[in-house]
């Protein structure tokens, strides 16, 4: 979704290395999800932030969000083979027409290099 | 505690035909969402249901078209079956909204 801007596309990493996912929107967020995708398979909820500032960590991976820059980015620290995969993040913008429904970003595909 | 479940999990139908797809969530989870993957136009919602109603749907053809049962499991159906309509189709559960969805492995559908 052009609403939802996701950078970069693509990532390829050395294991060990640091990276950032950044995704933003084109309106004010309510609620940001992270979730995480093997090739073909369901999402995995990561995490939620809902408040500006708002920063949470799972194992080594950290979202935060901000809230005046409508942007969320996800950083991964010492990254591994098992953090391979499609990120995707999911908007929730509180409004009466997207209730009850994400609007999600087209995904960073990461590959982790051994 | 079981996560959501989908069956099938992969499907082979002909352009005009008809499919069912169905989703059961986690116990007590009441919401169930449905979405679309497909590699160009990404993942798409679809429709949203709890206890039974539909709060909210995607900008999809009226072929397309679900309903949730009262133990909350779901189904969703899509008629007359196009190419286009090859995708990966994801259904979410959660407690009583969209907040921390969880989702299936998904049902893979090919239309040939």
């Known amino acids: 979704s052009q609403e939802l801007e996701q950078s970069p596309q693509s990532l390829i990493v050395q294991e060990g290395k640091n990276l950032t996912i950044n995704c933003t929107s084109s309106?004010?967020?309510?609620?940001l999800y992270w979730y995480k995708q093997k090739y073909g398979e369901g999402l995995i909820f990561l995490m939620m932030?809902?408040?500006?500032?708002e920063e949470k960590s799972h194992e080594k991976i950290t979202a935060k969000l901000d809230e005046k820059k409508q942007q969320s980015s996800l950083h991964i620290t010492a990254s591994q083979p098992s953090h391979a995969g499609i990120y995707l993040c999911?908007?929730?913008?509180?409004?009466?027409?997207?209730?009850?429904?994400?609007?999600f970003g087209s995904g960073t595909r990461l590959l982790v290099r051994p | 505690k079981a996560g959501v479940t989908q069956t099938p999990r992969y499907l082979i139908k002909t352009r005009g035909q008809q499919v069912t797809l169905s989703c059961s969530p986690i116990?007590?989870?009441?919401?169930v969402s449905w979405y679309q993957q497909t590699p160009g136009q990404g993942l798409q919602f679809l429709f949203e249901?709890?206890?039974?109603?539909?709060?909210n749907k995607g900008n999809f053809p009226g072929r397309f078209s679900g309903r949730q049962f009262s133990n909350s499991r779901s189904e969703m159906n899509v008629s007359t079956l196009e190419l286009g309509d090859s995708a990966l189709y994801l259904c979410?559960?959660?407690?009583?909204?969209?907040?921390?969805?969880?989702f299936g492995p998904g049902t893979r559908l090919t239309v040939t």
């Open positions: 999911g908007a929730d913008w509180g409004l009466m027409d997207s209730s009850y429904k994400l609007i």
């Open positions: 249901y709890f206890s039974e109603t539909q709060r």
């Open positions: 932030l809902q408040k500006g500032g």
């Open positions: 309106k004010t967020l309510y609620g």
């Open positions: 116990s007590g989870h009441r919401s």
């Open positions: 979410a559960s959660s407690l009583a909204g969209m907040y921390e969805q969880y």
